[in-house]
């Protein structure tokens, strides 16, 4: 993410398979790999929670049958905007911010780190 961006929307539409139910699965929660720094997620329009911790797992209950779309909002580290400002000063932020981190600071991963999965859960 560039200095100007501090969130990321990313979407994707699923289906899930009709057939599940007929062999003893329900769509479990949506689940992602790991999610830097943090993330909100919309099913349908509908707020689905947020992501700030392990595991970043949302509950699908606003899933339906057909076609749903899956939102997430993604908000990098306010660390990497602080190293971004120390490597080239754009002078919109203000001290003592502009002097916490030195321009050789290591910038931290951002965004969706892996897969997104439906995890099916089978009725015993």
Same mark, same amino acid.
């Given at each position: 993410?560039?200095?100007?961006s ?5 979407s ?7 057939h ?8 479990g929660p ?9 993330? /909100?997620v919309?099913? $349908?329009?509908?707020?689905?929670? &947020?992501l700030?911790?392990?595991?970043? %797992?949302v509950?699908?209950? !606003?899933? /339906?049958?057909?076609? $749903?779309?899956?939102?997430?909002? &993604?908000?990098s580290p306010w660390?990497? %905007?602080?190293?971004?400002? !120390?490597r080239?000063s ?6 003592p911010?502009t002097?916490?981190?030195?321009d ?5 991963? !951002? ?6 999965s439906?995890v099916y859960?089978?009725?015993?």
């Open positions: 993410m560039d200095r100007k501090s969130e990321v929307l990313w994707e539409f699923v289906d899930p398979p009709r599940s139910r007929c062999f003893g699965a329900r769509v949506v689940q992602f790999t790991d999610v830097a720094d943090m993330a /909100r919309k099913i $349908n329009g509908g707020d689905a929670g &947020v700030w911790k392990a595991p970043y %797992r509950s699908t209950s !606003a899933l /339906r049958s057909g076609t $749903n779309r899956i939102e997430v909002s &993604v908000t660390r990497n %905007r602080l190293i971004d400002e !120390a080239s754009t002078g919109t932020l203000y001290p911010m002097g916490v981190f030195t050789d600071a290591e910038i931290l991963p !951002a965004g969706l780190l892996g897969p997104m439906l859960n089978h009725r015993p």
